[in-house]
């Protein structure tokens, strides 16, 4: 194994001595958080109020999707304010990148748990039908889709990142339950308008039903994906086979490679390379330089008899 130095200003195993792996647009996600976080507070209480007045359960599920989105972002911005905070604390080994895929997480939970509940008070309302005051509600449906429209342009990414096609899961987190509950102030107004227009009392909470059914969709989506970065899975076999092929450019041979997210746009590498010749392991982190996404590098270099 080589065990040669490398340059005093040279960090031993990163291409960034700050070891900072906060997304580009972290500043920027965050403070659109908490803007829209208000949005949601207005909305809710006004949605919810609604919902009783008029008597309309898509409205009153619209309500509390609201609020499931208003912790949500709560958590969301909490997590963006966490990361930027300790971005720098040496306790945490590889950064404080991955709090917002924590977050993520956390709110995929609370996604899936709306819709049980959506679903529930639903099925009741079809067993048990109730009078709906049409008018008054359609009104706050509609307006509750327009602030809907605008919180989810708010929280559209701004950009993707390097071979890491799902970016800053903390931000799509947030951006998928407002789009999701677009969708349902969409589906709560058709379900009213068929009930004012038509009679038929059933399709407002038909209408509540299926935004549950796409809120579960989405909760798992999100359980999913975040996941996959809590437990390491491999991000990227493109950057994965670009670094095998930097590698093995000369004769040697990769003998265990371990790719990993960080944060939004930033990777992770532990490689261990068999060589005839061995090189300093400067010489191969200089082959992985400028490769986009790839933030962080360890290489280990063995003679190749050795075991």
């Not at 819709?115 to 039908?129: D, G, Q, Y």
Request: overall charge negative; hydrophobic content about 50%; some cysteine.
């Amino acid at each position: 194994m080589t065990t040669a130095e490398p340059p005093a200003d040279e960090p031993m195993d990163a291409f960034r001595g700050d070891r900072v792996y906060l997304g580009a647009d972290h500043a920027r996600n965050e403070r659109r958080t908490w803007i829209v976080a208000t949005i949601c507070l207005a909305t809710l209480a006004a949605q919810v109020t609604g919902g009783l007045m008029f008597n309309s359960m898509a409205l009153v599920a619209n309500g509390l999707h609201m609020g499931a989105h208003l912790a949500a972002l709560l958590v969301a911005a909490g997590a963006y304010a966490v990361a930027r905070t300790y971005s720098t604390d040496p306790r945490f080994s590889f950064g404080t990148g991955k709090v917002g895929y924590l977050a993520g997480f956390a709110n995929a939970a609370v996604l899936g748990v709306t819709a049980l509940l959506i679903t529930i008070e639903s099925v009741e309302r079809l067993l048990a039908p109730a009078e709906v005051e049409y008018d008054g509600a359609l009104v706050l449906a509609a307006a509750a889709l327009a602030v809907n429209l605008v919180c989810v342009w708010l929280l559209k990414p701004a950009q993707s990142h390097a071979h890491d096609r799902d970016g800053d899961l903390n931000l799509s987190a947030a951006h998928l339950h407002l789009a999701g509950d677009a969708v349902i102030s969409g589906l709560a107004i058709a379900g009213l308008a068929a009930g004012r227009y038509l009679g038929w009392s059933w399709t407002d909470p038909v209408a509540a039903l299926v935004g549950a059914a796409l809120l579960a969709h989405f909760a798992w989506r999100l359980l999913s994906r975040t996941g996959a970065v809590l437990l390491d899975i491999n991000p990227s076999p493109e950057l994965t086979a670009q670094i095998r092929a930097r590698l093995e450019g000369e004769g040697e041979r990769i003998l265990d490679l371990h790719l990993w997210r960080l944060g939004p746009g930033h990777h992770a590498a532990i490689v261990v390379l068999a060589a005839a010749a061995p090189q300093a392991p400067q010489a191969y982190r200089a082959r992985l330089a400028g490769l986009a996404g790839l933030s962080h590098v360890t290489v280990e270099v063995r003679d190749h008899l050795t075991p």
